[in-house]
């Protein structure tokens, strides 16, 4: 099993332009999470999704979009990229039984920066 | 809501010493509480988790946690530390399939 699969794993933007990131992962798990993670600050979460076809608001949505077509996929998007958002980005899942009392497993990461 | 304290940013210690990572956590209902590290440009993996029962969890790498209920702590122990454990630790709660992490702690473990 592969886990949780991020692509890509480093990017490069200019302010405004647009770029979606992938999350994939093999094990089944109903419930997805982005993150992202910035020095000192600790993981705050972003969007997250119960399900295929359900997205939520997490802590910080701000500047960002999500979608769960797929049950194995959920897609993180910036629609207008700001400097704010250089940051590493995280994705997550976990399964659903008793869901509180299951880890997460997390994928690798995508270093983001805007210029 | 829930929140949860990591109140050093960085803890060192000598090989073969006993080290601590402290956590105190707050939550409305029952904790369920998890520790994760990080090692650089990898994501976050499971060390061990409480839910109930044994004050005392047994996790990955020889890591065990203490949980105490009237200290609202969750403390992170291993009897003798490895260089191969400095990274970087997070506490977490979980409630309602959402969790909160801490600001994380770096360990360093000198030779």
């Known amino acids: 099993n592969a886990g949780v699969t991020q692509t890509p794993k480093f990017r490069v933007l200019k302010t405004g332009q647009s770029m979606t990131l992938l999350c994939a992962q093999d094990?089944?798990?109903?419930?997805m999470y982005w993150y992202r993670q910035d020095p000192g600050m600790g993981l705050r979460l972003i969007h997250y999704s119960v399900g295929e076809g359900t997205t939520a608001k997490g802590e910080v949505p701000d500047g960002y979009n999500v979608s769960r077509l797929k049950k194995q996929n959920f897609l993180l998007g910036l629609e207008s990229a700001a400097p704010s958002q250089t940051s590493v980005y995280f994705c997550?899942?976990?399964?659903?039984?008793?869901?509180?009392?299951?880890?997460?497993?997390f994928g690798d990461g995508t270093r983001l920066s805007i210029l | 809501a829930q929140s949860v304290a990591q109140p050093e940013d960085q803890v060192n210690v000598a090989e073969g010493n006993p080290l601590t990572v402290k956590c105190t956590y707050s939550v409305s209902g029952n904790p369920y509480l998890f520790w994760y590290v990080q090692y650089p440009n990898r994501g976050l993996q499971f060390l061990l988790k409480?839910?109930?029962?044994?004050?005392l969890v047994k996790g990955s790498y020889g890591f065990e946690a203490e949980f105490n209920k009237s200290q609202t702590s969750f403390h992170l122990k291993k009897p003798s530390a490895l260089v191969s454990d400095s990274a970087l630790y997070f506490c977490a709660v979980r409630d309602l399939g959402k969790s909160t992490f801490g600001d994380g702690t770096t360990l360093t473990v000198k030779p």
């Open positions: 094990m089944n798990h109903e419930y």
């Open positions: 997550a899942s976990t399964e659903r039984v008793d869901y509180s009392n299951q880890p997460q497993h």
């Open positions: 409480y839910i109930t029962g044994d004050n």
